[in-house]
């Protein structure tokens, strides 16, 4: 097992040689704490967004999906808040101009700049608001400012009549989006952990006001338990509440789950009882009516109040990477596995003939191509000795390496083997796709 002080360090390597995470703009030195997702990383990407909507839209009758626009109108900010109160504390070292948050624990509290170490050389904390703001139209005047969403939440609040209207839901019932945030945070950093562009996968749940406290424990014990499904330790996860200072400025009621990341417990997904502040609040400002009316009894008119499931897909792959990566010695050997769920690895299936000749190139590569056929991401790898293959497979994640040999040709069977357990076992070659199939559905 890796010394959790340094598996930070392994994972950004791993990451970056294997093609799973890349620095953006890289070439130029980088942009500050923005990152792309290289071949692997997409993959691993596209499989998390698939499970959660999976659980949270399509297994269910009363979740709709949406993908509203990043770019809205201005007064939605004004709104919900955002344009007066998402802000954070900022101080700068008078002496370095550093900048950091003022209630960072490096600085809170303290009077010694962290980088150049100059005493009392803090202004006053000035209030920072965290949205990127651009132009809409060719004329940069403040009349055309936009802002990038913070947030996705406020698409599904202001399309809630449009998504009662062509879906039928009744509530209780919710809407689904994920898509990208930003947020210019003062101090981001931890690789994936915070950065300033990112995608979050939320779902606000309109209830009757009254019944938000039991839908509230709802979606708290529904989220964790998605959370272990997706195979990570039960013992790495914790629920933490906001205490009153920290409630956002909608919030009634809040619970971050947080994962035992290598540089502590942090948050990762977020349970907020958002009340009916936004849609009251969109109801004012827009001067549109956004009750609901009961359609049994139209006589109940109400905003409903919002439960809120809001996590970050970078935030959810981070911790998946920690939680998968260790480290072993195999027959003397150091071995580097990423122990992914099965649904979720980039790859599923690498197939490798034994030798390059004697019908093998020709038997891996129907394999591959009915596992193709079958929609199973699959890799064809013929170079190097079968157990090189395999570690490279490990430390990418991939749940089974199938080898085409000389009794192949004989009998029609493969040998499979099995990241975690090691067994290698032999099976038809026609059974292949059935036995991926069930170990990652
Ligand atoms: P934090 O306290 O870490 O800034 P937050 O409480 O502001 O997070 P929310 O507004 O509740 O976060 O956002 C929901 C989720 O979106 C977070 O749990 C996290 O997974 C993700 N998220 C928020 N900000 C960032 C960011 N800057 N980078 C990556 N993911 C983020």
Known sequence: MANSSDVMEKLVSLCKRRGFVFQSSEIYGGTGSVWDY??????????????????????RDDIEGLDAAILMHPRVWEASGHVSGFTDPLIECTSCHRRFRADNPEVAGKNQCPVCGTKDSFGEPRMFNLM??????????????????????????????????????????????????????????????????????EMQFF?????????????????????????????????????????????????????????????????????????????????????YVDPVDREK??????IETA??????????????????????EPRVVLRLDPRLAPIKVAVFPLVKKDGMPERATAIQQALRAAGINSFYDDSGSIGKRYRRQDETGTPFCLTIDGQSNEDGTVTVRDRDTLVQQRISSDSVIDYVRTRIS
């Open 301 to 306: 008119r109400y905003l409903p109040y919002v």
């Open 38 to 59: 290289g071949p692997l990383g997409v993959e691993l990407q596209r499989n998390v967004k698939e499970a959660w909507w999976r659980a949270m839209v399509h297994e």
């Open 207 to 291: 209830v009757e006001p009254g019944s938000d406290d039991e839908w509230f424990e709802y979606w708290k014990a529904k989220r964790m338990a998605w959370m272990e499904s997706l195979g990570i330790r039960a013992e790495n996860l914790r629920f933490s509440e906001h205490g009153p200072d920290e409630l956002a400025h909608y919030a009634k009621k809040a619970f971050d789950i947080q994962y035992k990341f290598p540089f502590g417990w942090q948050e990762f997904e977020g349970i907020h009882n958002r009340t009916d502040f936004d849609l009251k609040r969109h109801q004012e400002y827009s001067g549109k009516k956004l009750e």
């Open 311 to 332: 996590v970050g897909v970078g935030r959810t792959i981070l911790a998946l990477l920690v939680d998968a990566y260790q480290e072993e010695a195999l027959e003397g």
């Open 132 to 201: 990127f703001k651009t132009f809409m139209g060719p004329v940069e005047d403040t009349s055309a400012t936009v802002y990038l969403r913070p947030e996705t939440a406020q698409g599904s609040y202001v399309n809630f009549q449009n998504v009662i209207n062509g879906s039928r839901q009744r509530v209780p019932f919710g809407i689904a989006q994920i898509g990208k945030a930003f947020r210019n945070e003062i101090t981001p950093g931890n690789f994936i952990f915070r950065t300033r562009e990112f995608e979050q996968m």
